[in-house]
């Protein structure tokens, strides 16, 4: 996969099985849809594009996003789709597009699917856990124009697109995708195509342990008996700081796997994701 992958995320409206919009539930101190932003901007390139219903209120997002609407509301994935590749067409040659209810989607996933769109590809479409999954799926932004022409007809399902010989798609099953070492041992049960449609989904998902993360205090901040990695539950980089007795203040900040430095409370941490943290005040 070439520059320029973007990220699109498609909120919808009210879902009537939830009776709330998902993008607002509560995830480990973030909601669903922080979280799902997160992960895709530890995984893509800006920009990123939360495509909403009309006029739908949405919870607090990272200063770099930016949001556009669809032009009706209810009708489905397809117009969302349309709407959010229209919103990159000068400014990215792909998309990894997926829902706001994928509390368990993983950076190694979202890598592993967008590595997969080369050059004779418009779609990467992952079949994981049983189901095809446009929803978590990697497009090129050129489709714009099929995806808005498909919803105009009335083609609304997914189904429409892959199946349109103008459209190249590549399908990827779970064993394909498991063939991938690191996507293996960060998701080998390909749950971050896991969502959450019902209240019953959402307090089982919640109930879950957060991620495995290993933690380290370096400097200042390793004394009085803090030397050496832990090993810890943590969904969130200040979730990860209270866990080793930290508060996540500009005294201190964080580097993720070795690069990404942050003081971002919510940045939401995935299996296997290692933290430093650092005093600031030493040059961090």
């Known amino acids: 996969m070439g520059h320029g992958a973007a990220g699109v995320v498609l ?22 849809l922080r979280r799902t932003l997160g992960v895709l901007a530890r995984s893509v390139e800006e920009p990123l594009v939360v495509v909403r219903a009309p006029n739908q209120p949405l919870p607090d997002l990272l200063p770099e996003v930016e949001v556009v609407e669809d032009p009706e509301e209810g009708r489905g994935p397809l117009q969302g789709i349309a709407a959010g590749l229209a919103a990159l067409a000068t400014r990215a040659q792909a998309a990894f597009v997926c829902s706001t209810d994928l509390p368990f989607l993983h950076p190694v996933f979202v890598r592993r699917v967008m ?29 714009a124009p099929l995806v808005a022409e498909l919803v105009a007809g009335g083609d609304l399902r997914p189904a429409f697109l892959f199946g349109h010989p103008r459209c190249r798609a590549l399908r990827l099953d779970g064993a394909v995708l498991l063939a991938d070492p690191e996507l293996a041992a960060a998701d080998p049960a390909l749950e971050s195509v896991v969502n959450v449609n019902s209240p019953e989904d959402y307090r089982a998902a919640r109930a879950r342990p957060a991620p495995q993360v290993t ?13 050496g990695p832990r090993t810890v539950r943590a969904a969130t980089l200040s979730g990860a700081a209270a866990a080793v007795g930290l508060a996540l203040d500009r005294h201190v900040i964080a580097a993720l796997n070795g690069d990404q430095i942050s003081r971002d409370s919510a940045l939401p941490l995935a299996s296997g994701d290692t933290i430093a943290f650092l005093s600031a005040d030493a040059g961090g």
């Open 11 to 32: 909120v919808g409206g009210r879902s009537s099985r939830m009776g709330t919009p998902k993008a607002a539930l509560e995830w480990h101190g973030s909601t669903l």
């Open 115 to 143: 590595r997969a769109l080369t050059d004779d590809l418009d779609v990467v479409l992952p079949l994981a856990r049983g189901y095809p999954q446009p929803l978590a799926a990697a497009y090129r932004v050129t489709l």
């Open 215 to 227: 933690v380290q205090r370096y400097g200042a901040l390793a004394g009085n008996g803090h030397r």
